[in-house]
Nanobody, 119 residues
Framework: QVQLVESGGGLVQAGGSLRLSCAAS????????MGWYRQAPGKQRELVAT???????DYADSVKGRFTISRDNAKNTVDLQMNSLKPEDTAVYYC?????????????WGRGTQVTVSS
């Protein structure tokens, strides 16, 4: 099992910044892509950004140019730097990792951290 713990969420004004962090622990061997997803009230959970072990990134169009995802493979952490935040960024943000080990592929999710952006 992999345990994921997110931190860094909070309440900020529009135009402000937050940095989310996610630390993976437990059975960390075989972790591949790490990423951040978010879910706003009444909306479907959506991809925000992902990053591979080699550092290749993918971003949702709505956050390109404002958010930056990064990871530290030695520490098994993934961060999301969020700048120029907008009220529509308000959501619960979830850390996700996929793990492939001994022929098994599994997804693991954190419990989520609330990000609220006020006008």
């Amino acid at each position: 099992q992999v345990q994921l713990v997110e931190s860094g969420g909070g309440l900020v004004q529009a135009g402000g910044s937050l940095r989310l962090s996610c630390a993976a622990s437990g059975s960390i061997f075989g972790i591949n892509t790490m990423g951040w997803y978010r879910q706003a009230p009444g909306k479907q959970r959506e991809l925000v950004a992902t990053i591979t072990r080699s550092g290749s990134t993918d971003y949702a169009d709505s956050v390109k140019g404002r958010f930056t995802i990064s990871r530290d493979n030695a520490k098994n952490t993934v961060d999301l730097q969020m700048n120029s935040l907008k009220p529509e960024d308000t959501a619960v943000y979830y850390c996700k990792v996929d793990r492939s080990y001994w022929g098994r592929r599994s997804d693991y999710w954190g419990r989520g951290t609330q990000v609220t952006v006020s006008s």
